[in-house]
């Protein structure tokens, strides 16, 4: 994979986005879900107009011989933040490692199906999972820093990288662009485990920054986080949007609505052999998932008759 048949996206500004109440459905089938605030950019975006990071088709993923997933279709739009919910076990953290290659790193996981990153196929042979992993990055649950100097942790990834350029300044944008520089400017070469927990998970996402990433993938990144710090992440995740493309897994329904422009509902399902499988049920404008999903399923799960 290299830069020029995968070209950053560079051009282009996002449009300003604000959270736009969502007006109550019209029909009846319509699902109305209270004080829920859905996010959306200020010309609504028509879906048949994404551009898309990555295109997903037929993904099916393995542990050894359990099909944990399957069939997966979905399309993940540039600099769009793109909300992956459902149940627990329905396969979500699965796919979203589908997308930087990191179930390979899983003795036995293994995917089949198609994703098309930028055209390319993520999975084609001549592609490193390395530089896969560096354009693609993971911020996870729990944060995890390293046991290291602030200025330490966000370094490495470039020194690993053999960036050229001042370090000091390569530091500084990262930690500004993740809202954490003026928090942490006077205290740089302090150990990262001193930061509470939100701003650990700032620096984080700081740190998949440095390496400049054209994608971020976020893996219920607030769940061990209070509600101030939440917001904290939930508003410099709709800053991030206008500069990188975003997947988040959150099993927070309220925190979908509120800071994605698509939503992907899935959900477990037996089979005829009393097997569990997750799919995709639908995937639409978060908008529509949240006032008028057009399947029964996610009509239960987000109205809480489910789950
Ligand atoms: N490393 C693994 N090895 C074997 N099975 C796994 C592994 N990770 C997840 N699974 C199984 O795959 C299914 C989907 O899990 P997961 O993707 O973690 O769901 P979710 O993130 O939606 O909670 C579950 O049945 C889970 O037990
Ligand atoms: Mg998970």
């Given at each position: 994979?290299t830069e020029s048949?995968n070209?950053?996206p560079?051009?282009?500004?996002?449009?300003p986005?604000?959270?736009?109440?969502?007006p109550?459905?019209?029909?009846?089938?319509g699902v109305s879900v209270?004080n829920?605030?859905?996010r959306?950019p200020?010309?609504?975006r028509?879906?048949e107009a994404?551009?898309?990071?990555f295109?997903?088709?037929?993904?099916?993923?393995?542990?050894g011989?359990?099909?944990?997933?399957?069939?997966?279709?979905?399309?993940i739009g540039n600099?769009e933040?793109t909300?992956?919910i459902?149940?627990?076990g329905?396969?979500?953290?699965?796919v979203?490692r589908?997308f930087?290659?990191?179930n390979?790193?899983i003795p036995?996981?293994?995917?089949a199906g198609k994703?098309?990153?930028h055209d390319?196929?993520l999975?084609g042979?001549?592609v490193?999972?390395i530089?896969?992993?560096?354009?693609i990055?993971m911020?996870?649950q729990?944060p995890n820093?390293?046991?290291?100097s602030?200025y330490?942790?966000?370094?490495y990834?470039?020194?690993v990288n053999?960036?050229?350029?001042?370090?000091?300044?390569i530091v500084?944008?990262?930690l500004?662009?993740?809202a954490?520089w003026d928090?942490?400017?006077?205290?740089?070469?302090?150990?990262a485990?001193?930061?509470?927990?939100?701003?650990?998970?700032?620096l984080?996402?700081a740190?998949a920054?440095?390496?400049k990433?054209d994608v971020?993938?976020?893996?219920?990144?607030c769940s061990?986080?209070?509600?101030?710090?939440?917001t904290?992440i939930?508003?410099?995740?709709?800053?991030?949007?206008?500069d990188?493309t975003?997947?988040?897994?959150t099993?927070?329904?309220q925190?979908?609505?509120?800071v994605?422009?698509?939503?992907?509902?899935?959900?477990?399902?037996?089979?005829?052999?009393?097997?569990?499988?997750g799919?995709l049920?639908?995937?639409?404008?978060t908008?529509?998932?949240?006032?008028?999903?057009?399947?029964?399923?996610?009509?239960?799960?987000?109205?809480g008759?489910?789950?």
């Amino acid at each position: 994979m290299t830069e020029s048949r995968n070209p950053m996206p560079t051009s282009g500004i996002a449009a300003p986005r604000t959270p736009v109440p969502v007006p109550a459905p019209a029909a009846p089938i319509g699902v109305s879900v209270p004080n829920v605030t859905v996010r959306g950019p200020e010309v609504p975006r028509n879906i048949e107009a994404l551009d898309p990071v990555f295109t997903v088709s037929g993904l099916s993923v393995f542990y050894g011989d359990y099909e944990a997933v399957r069939g997966v279709d979905m399309t993940i739009g540039n600099r769009e933040i793109t909300a992956m919910i459902g149940p627990s076990g329905c396969g979500k953290s699965t796919v979203l490692r589908c997308f930087n290659r990191m179930n390979d790193l899983i003795p036995g996981a293994r995917a089949a199906g198609k994703i098309l990153y930028h055209d390319e196929d993520l999975y084609g042979e001549h592609v490193d999972p390395i530089e896969v992993r560096r354009r693609i990055g993971m911020v996870f649950q729990k944060p995890n820093p390293f046991p290291k100097s602030i200025y330490d942790n966000i370094a490495y990834g470039p020194r690993v990288n053999g960036v050229k350029g001042r370090m000091d300044d390569i530091v500084e944008e990262a930690l500004t662009k993740a809202a954490l520089w003026d928090e942490v400017k006077d205290k740089i070469k302090q150990n990262a485990l001193s930061l509470s927990g939100g701003q650990q998970q700032r620096l984080c996402i700081a740190r998949a920054i440095a390496v400049k990433p054209d994608v971020i993938l976020m893996d219920e990144p607030c769940s061990a986080l209070d509600p101030i710090a939440t917001t904290k992440i939930e508003d410099l995740m709709q800053e991030l949007s206008r500069d990188y493309t975003i997947v988040i897994v959150t099993h927070n329904m309220q925190q979908a609505a509120r800071v994605s422009d698509r939503t992907a509902f899935f959900t477990a399902e037996v089979d005829h052999a009393g097997v569990r499988h997750g799919r995709l049920v639908e995937f639409d404008e978060t908008s529509r998932i949240f006032t008028n999903p057009s399947d029964k399923r996610t009509e239960d799960y987000i109205t809480g008759r489910f789950g």
